[in-house]
């Protein structure tokens, strides 16, 4: 007899024990509207070519329009970006009215300005549903990383990376909590 897989409530505790850095998927839609969202689901799989996946939730708008359009952009965000993490995790806000971005040359995929360390221009390569998220394969266009700090998250609460200077203490401890939907595992 095989076991029945651990309750929802112990598997977010057990990944949440698990720090990751923190991106904004962003993409835009059919109308051609900016659409994004926090995911701390990024993962490299490939280097020759380029390859890397993102988990959304089915029920991501993002997700809808990301599969419109065939391609995304993946921007990192630095220590200091714990407010745009949160943002971008209420999926009730219009996040680009508040946030200063542009359309990447070339793709015209949303780059966000300020609080990001790197970001990536993705073609869509293959999508798989797994449970209640989708697996993006994207292959990567154009990358860039400036200076900065990563941000993490893990345990319901935000952290720069250890030992690097310029952390942003305010954002340190405010979690993920409040935020109503499309927010990292």
């Known amino acids: 007899m095989e076991p029945d897989p651990v309750g929802n409530e ?11 850095g923190v991106s904004v998927v962003t993409t835009v839609d059919e109308a051609g ?5 926090t995911c701390s689901s990024l993962s490299s799989v490939s280097l020759a070519p380029p390859i890397l996946s993102v988990c ?10 990301l599969r419109a359009h065939g391609s995304f952009g993946v921007n990192l965000l630095g220590s200091h970006g714990s407010s745009v993490a949160r943002q971008f995790a209420d999926a009730t806000l219009n996040h680009f009215e508040r946030l200063p971005w542009r359309p990447a040359p070339g793709t015209g995929i949303p780059r966000l ?18 449970g209640d998220h989708v697996v993006v394969f994207g ?14 998250y893990g345990r319901r609460q935000f952290a720069a990376w250890p030992g690097a200077a310029g ?11 409040g935020a109503t939907a499309e927010r990292p595992a």
């Not at 112990?10 to 990751?20: D, I, K, L, V």
């Not at 860039?144 to 700090?149: I, Q, T």
């Open 10 to 20: 112990a598997y977010r505790a057990f990944m949440g024990s698990f720090p990751t």
């Open 33 to 37: 509207r900016p659409r994004g969202m």
């Open 56 to 65: 959304l939730s089915v029920t991501s708008g993002t997700l809808s329009a």
């Open 113 to 130: 300005d300020g609080d990001t360390i790197g970001f990536a221009a993705c073609r869509v390569t293959d999508t798989k549903l797994v």
């Open 139 to 152: 292959v990567v266009l154009g990358a860039d990383c400036g200076p900065g700090v990563p941000l993490l």
């Open 167 to 177: 952390g942003d203490a305010a954002g340190q401890r405010a979690g993920l909590d």
